[in-house]
T-cell receptor, first 114, second 109 residues
């Protein structure tokens, strides 16, 4: 049981380049999330999805887009990367968004934008 | 949105109990209190959650004050593998978790 996986693990981009981060979960979870974590800080929610084909903005959505074409996958796109987007990105999933739920996290993608 | 306050860091000796405090004075009546931890260079990991009553699981115990304005995560016998950042979390108005900076727990051998 792989849980939540993320690809790639590391990436270096030049300013203005684009890329897509892939998140996959094998737990049949309805909800999926993308977070970023800057050094010494907690996680901040970028976008989330409540089910296949639906997405919603989180706390810090600017500069990112997402898609959830299949229930098990959640993609995070950077159309024109900026140095401010240098961060560690975590994907998570949960069975529901009800109060009594837990989120399962992937190992993270470390992105550097130069 | 309800916020939490935690100490920046705490130290404890190996094989001793650890009590990690969290203040959440603006918590609403229906907010669950969630705890996650993040080991170095890993994604966060769920620890425990509760609403009003104290909760126990294989990893930890959660003690919730009667007025729910504070809670304490209890690790009964800390090991070196428990060294991590521990996050006390509530939800926002959109039902999503709001993460603070957490408490860095240092375990001394």
């Amino acid at each position: 049981n792989a849980g939540v996986t993320q690809t790639p693990k590391f990436r270096v981009l030049k300013t203005g380049q684009s890329m897509t981060l892939l998140c996959a979960q094998d737990m049949n979870h309805e909800y999926m999330y993308w977070y970023r974590q800057d050094p010494g800080m907690g996680l901040r929610l970028i976008h989330y999805s409540v089910g296949e084909g639906t997405t919603a903005k989180g706390e810090v959505p600017d500069g990112y887009n997402v898609s959830r074409l299949k229930k098990q996958n959640f993609l995070l796109g950077l159309e024109s990367a900026a140095p401010s987007q240098t961060s560690v990105y975590f994907c998570a999933s949960s069975r529901t968004s009800g109060q009594a739920y837990e989120q399962y996290f992937g190992p993270g993608t470390r992105l550097t934008v130069t | 949105d309800a916020k939490t306050t935690q100490p920046n860091s705490m130290e404890s000796n190996e094989e001793e109990p650890v009590h990690l405090p969290c203040n959440h004075s603006t918590i609403s009546g229906t907010d669950y209190i969630h705890w996650y931890r993040q080991l170095p260079s890993q994604g966060p990991e769920y620890v425990i959650h509760g609403l009003t009553s104290n909760v126990n699981n294989r990893m930890a115990s959660l003690a919730i004050a009667e007025d729910r304005k504070s809670s304490t995560l209890i690790l009964h016998r800390a090991t070196l593998r428990d060294a991590a950042v521990y996050y006390c979390i509530l939800r926002d108005s959109n039902y999503q978790l709001i993460w603070g900076a957490g408490t860095k727990l240092i375990i001394k051998p």
